[in-house]
């Protein structure tokens, strides 16, 4: 059983990645034909070539890296040991898989209607500085201290008593005035 949900896992990666293979060729390659070529009049050496390098060279890195998680092991009889990571998954596969999305967008976009799509590109580091301080810097910086918990803990401790005392001489007067 196991043996089977890992070879599904295999060629559902090996079709995952081959499409994505594609789209990404097709992106590049089509960007570079009409934009760097057929429209090269409308192109600037300092903007457009290190964009159109940094959005072919970021969606490239996470192919590969999608490929590596997701490559199958064999053992030396050519049986399938794992099917590989799998590539549907959450985590830092989806985060590539968007990131590839988003350079594919902008590749293509930019080669069809303007310049000024390349401002999609900014949503990568924009989420990653926002992931980067919610989920690191901001529980760091935030996490009392030992000392700290312990007098949260001791000031709570006594509001609670407080709170109660406050509830029992409101049943008491509530009982005096019946």
């Not at 903007?47 to 490559?71: I, K």
């Not at 064999?74 to 999305?101: E, N, P």
């Not at 990568?124 to 926002?130: C, E, G, R, S, V």
């Amino acid at each position: 059983m196991a043996k089977g949900n890992a070879k599904k896992r295999a060629e559902d990666n090996v079709a995952r990645l081959s499409a994505l293979r594609r789209v990404i060729l097709f992106a590049v390659g089509a960007h570079f034909l009409v934009r760097l070529v057929v429209y090269r009049g409308t192109t600037t050496w300092w903007t457009h070539w290190p964009l159109f390098a940094f959005a072919a060279c970021a969606s490239w890195f996470c192919y590969a890296s999608l490929r590596n998680v997701g490559a199958p092991t064999w053992d030396a009889s050519g049986a399938l040991v794992d099917g590989g990571g799998d590539l549907t998954l959450g985590g830092m596969s989806s985060y590539y898989h968007d990131i590839i999305y988003i350079s594919v967008f902008c590749l293509v976009a930019t080669a069809l209607v303007s310049d000024w799509i390349w401002l999609a590109l900014l949503s990568i580091p924009a989420f990653a500085t926002y992931k980067l301080w919610a989920d690191l810097i901001l529980p760091w910086v935030f996490t009392p201290t030992a000392d700290e918990a312990e007098a949260n803990a001791r000031m709570n401790e006594t509001k609670e008593q407080k709170k109660k005392r406050e509830r029992q001489e409101r049943r008491a007067e509530n009982r005096r005035r019946r």
